[in-house]
């Protein structure tokens, strides 16, 4: 069984920044993709980046890309989302997600992913 449990969401000022943790439990942590999705008021949870776990190859939304990185440490089993340049665009509830068989664009997919943690809330103020 695997467990994930995220942390290092809250409230922040636009342009400011916030580094969101992935706990993970199981045993094969490295062997998973990581992906992070969010899902703001109304509106469906969509993808933001992912994470391979055998290369490590990553994969962003055009939203994210350049200001959001993603990166694990498998030893730690631990997956990091660094959120710079905040928007009032990026609230939103941040889930992490787990998934051994994830291929091609699956990463995108959210119905790709078995495994979830519990949300963390992201409040960007203007």
């Known amino acids: 069984q695997v467990q994930l449990v995220e942390s290092g969401g809250g409230l922040v000022q636009a342009g400011g920044s916030l580094r969101l943790s992935c706990a993970v439990s199981?045993?094969?942590?490295?062997?998973?993709?990581m992906g992070w999705f969010r899902q703001a008021p109304g509106k469906e949870r969509e993808f933001v980046v992912a994470?391979?776990?055998?290369?490590?190859?990553?994969f962003y939304a055009d939203s994210v890309k350049v200001r959001f990185t993603i990166s694990r440490d498998n030893t730690e089993k631990i997956v990091l989302l660094q959120m710079n340049g905040l928007k009032p665009e990026d609230p939103a509830v941040y889930y992490c997600?787990?998934?051994?068989?994830?291929?091609?664009?699956?990463?995108?997919?959210?119905?790709?992913?078995?495994?979830w943690g519990q949300g963390t809330q992201v409040t960007v103020s203007s």
């Open positions: 994470i391979g776990g055998s290369e490590g190859n990553t």
């Open positions: 997600a787990a998934d051994r068989n994830v291929y091609g664009l699956g990463y995108l997919d959210r119905n790709e992913y078995a495994y």
């Open positions: 199981g045993r094969t942590f490295s062997r998973y993709t």
